[in-house]
């Protein structure tokens, strides 16, 4: 699904890992993801963690989208973070799903040095299954 997701691409993120009901994406801020006062815009911040979040309620193999979701913003990102999405699932009944995403910034050591913004999503499958997908 990430792989057909031109608005994640165009913006370098990358699927770091995936597994039932979780997903792991990274970006890295580029200079011109950075609003007026050169910190990450914070939609994009929240696009990062929707993305992990669609990986994550996708990983079951049927199509699903996101029903709604809200986000805190914690710390601020800068040109140049690399900042991780890893999204987990709370709760999966019948169509509808809960998925937490945590923000990280790493520091060069790739250890999480500040939780950016805290993510949670609504999901709706429409319970068909995903093409081509066993």
């Given at each position: 699904?990430?792989g057909?997701?031109?608005?994640s691409?165009s ?12 997903a792991?994406?990274?970006?890295v801020?580029?200079?011109d993801m950075?609003?007026g ?5 914070g939609?994009l911040i929240a696009?990062?963690?929707d993305s992990?979040?669609?990986v ?9 989208v996101?029903a709604?979701?809200?986000v ?13 999405a890893?999204?987990e699932e ?5 169509r509808?799903g809960?998925?937490d ?6 520091g060069v050591d790739g250890v999480p040095d500040?939780?950016v ?7 709706r499958s429409l319970?068909r299954?995903?093409p081509?997908?066993p």
């Open positions: 699904m990430l057909a997701d031109t608005a691409r913006l370098g993120m990358r699927l770091e890992r995936v597994g039932p009901g979780t792991e994406v990274s970006m801020v580029r200079p950075t609003n006062w050169e910190l990450c815009h939609g696009t990062l963690a992990a979040f669609a994550a309620c996708n990983s079951y193999g049927e199509v699903t996101a709604g979701f809200d805190t913003f914690l710390e601020s990102g800068r040109a140049g973070d690399r900042l991780v890893r999204a709370r709760a999966r009944r019948g509808s809960i998925y995403v945590t923000v990280l910034r790493l500040a939780i913004a805290e993510f949670r999503g609504r999901s319970g299954p995903i081509g997908v």
